[in-house]
């Protein structure tokens, strides 16, 4: 009965480095698991950020630049874009996995 009990009180660690904030990578490949990757070759293998996206994240329709074909929501399939571009909106593609790969 001497030992008291610890909870209620945090952890143990030094509190001033849980509130600095680590530095961001500038090319975004660390985000969602995003590698980067040689991309197509009619873009000269340029490198490319890329990023699989699970089966129950694909929430919404796309058409995929390598076949045209439809991407429907509920397919597992991969987003690209060049690396130099930072990333934005309208730069990003949705590829069949099996598109990507034939690239």
């Keep these: 009965m001497g030992r008291k009990s610890r909870r209620g009180r945090g952890s143990s660690r030094n509190s001033k480095a849980q509130q600095t904030p680590r530095a961001l990578p500038r090319d975004a490949a ?10 197509p070759s009619w873009d000269f293998g340029r490198p490319y950020i890329l990023r699989r996206v699970g ?24 987003v690209a874009w060049p690396q130099e571009g930072g990333g934005r909106v309208d730069e990003r593609r949705h590829w069949h996995t099996r598109c990507w790969d034939r690239r």
Excluded: Q, W
């Excluded at 929430?59 to 991407?71: A, D, E, L, M, R």
């Design 30 to 39: 660390a985000f969602f698991g995003a590698e980067t990757v040689e991309g």
């Design 55 to 78: 089966a129950a994240g694909a929430t919404k329709n796309y058409v995929c630049p390598g076949c045209n074909g439809t991407i429907f929501s509920g397919m597992s399939h991969i």
